[in-house]
């Protein structure tokens, strides 16, 4: 399994991408959230994947016309605000509907609430076309009481602390894993969930809504060694962070 590190940064963030993932086991893709601008954010990884000498056929996964599969975890703006676009893109240039994964109550928030204003009436060059979820999306529900299975991928997912209803990941091919925290305040028994993954991606933020650096140092060594930071603020000093925090353009390969 690879873990292509798209965006580590906070809905403020003026330094980094935020918070994206793209999973890749073989030929298979799924992106982990949908920032803003993705094409975009996807060519910048790209580039800094190339500069760090990572070879073609690891960075040819970054193209958005080869991620039909997007998971979101939150409706929250800085994990999805790029899925009207991606929407976009896969009907008009490559009529397609987006592959989209979520929770239940993701699914419930997502079109009624954030796209059916600028996604549900368009012009066809006659006339305005009213048009639904479905004219865009196939839905699959990430389930919360069973494994999901998303091509090669084996997913469990649970609900965190956070202000609207958000899923954590862990995500297993082969027997590699690993687990996504997504935006959640801190939470032990979240963190005994993720802790079993070879790799575990932590967010750290500010605010009530979401865990203190503070309290993931506390956590015992064991599980301090594989954990990665994510959605961190542009004030978390990276290099001399006691917990390594992922960097934009990373690819880690999971074998």
Request: proline content about 4%.
């Amino acid at each position: 399994m690879r873990v292509h590190v798209l965006g580590v940064g906070d809905t403020f963030s003026e330094r980094h991408h935020t918070h994206a993932l793209l999973l890749e086991e073989g030929d298979f893709r799924l992106a982990i959230d949908c920032p803003d601008s993705y094409r975009r954010v996807l060519a910048a990884a790209r580039e800094k994947e190339r500069l760090r000498g990572t070879s073609p056929d690891v960075t040819a996964a970054l193209d958005l016309a080869a991620i039909d599969h997007v998971l979101v975890t939150h409706v929250h703006g800085d994990h999805m605000n790029g899925l009207e676009g991606l929407a976009f893109f896969k009907r008009f240039a490559q009529g397609r509907k987006v592959e989209l994964w979520t929770i239940a109550a993701v699914r419930e928030q997502l079109w009624d609430g954030r796209l059916v204003a600028s996604m549900g009436r368009l012009w066809n060059g006659t006339g305005f076309v009213d048009l639904s979820f479905e004219d865009y999306f196939t839905w699959h529900e990430l389930s919360l009481d069973t494994e999901t299975e998303v091509g090669p991928f084996r997913i469990r997912a649970r609900r965190t602390q956070h202000h609207v209803p958000t899923s954590a990941l862990f995500v297993t091919a082969g027997r590699r894993s690993v687990g996504i925290s997504s935006d959640t305040a801190f939470d032990p028994s979240l963190v005994d969930f993720l802790s079993d993954a070879d790799l575990v991606i932590h967010e750290t933020n500010h605010g009530p809504a979401h865990t203190a650096y503070a309290d993931l140092l506390a956590l015992p060594e064991e599980v301090r060694q594989k954990m990665r930071l994510i959605h961190y603020p542009d004030e978390h000093d990276v290099d001399r962070s006691l917990i390594p925090a992922l960097r934009e353009g990373e690819v880690l390969e999971l074998s």
